[in-house]
């Protein structure tokens, strides 16, 4: 399992995502948006899954691949 962090363009998009996780049978956690990364809406949702492929959603910001306490920038919206 890998961990990641998505930044929404609003809050309510991140509780969205949120509910989108848990009808996948995956668990996210929402939370403020670490300082080195820039949100529009400051929440963001931090989950674990085999890969990126199938996480989509319309209020995405961007979507960051966690290592330790490096993240790399997957995709952007912005």
């Known amino acids: ?3 990641y962090i998505a930044t929404f363009f609003s ?3 991140a509780i969205r995502f949120g509910k989108q996780l848990k009808e996948m049978g995956l668990s996210g956690k929402l939370m403020p948006v ?3 990364v820039s949100s529009s809406c ?3 949702v931090k989950f674990q899954a085999e890969s990126d492929t199938a996480i989509h959603s319309d209020d995405l910001e961007q979507l960051f691949l966690v290592n330790g ?3 790399t920038m997957l995709r952007s919206n912005i």
């Open 1 to 3: 399992m890998q961990t």
């Open 11 to 13: 809050h309510f998009g």
């Open 34 to 36: 670490p300082r080195r």
């Open 42 to 44: 400051g929440t963001c």
């Open 69 to 71: 306490e490096e993240l």
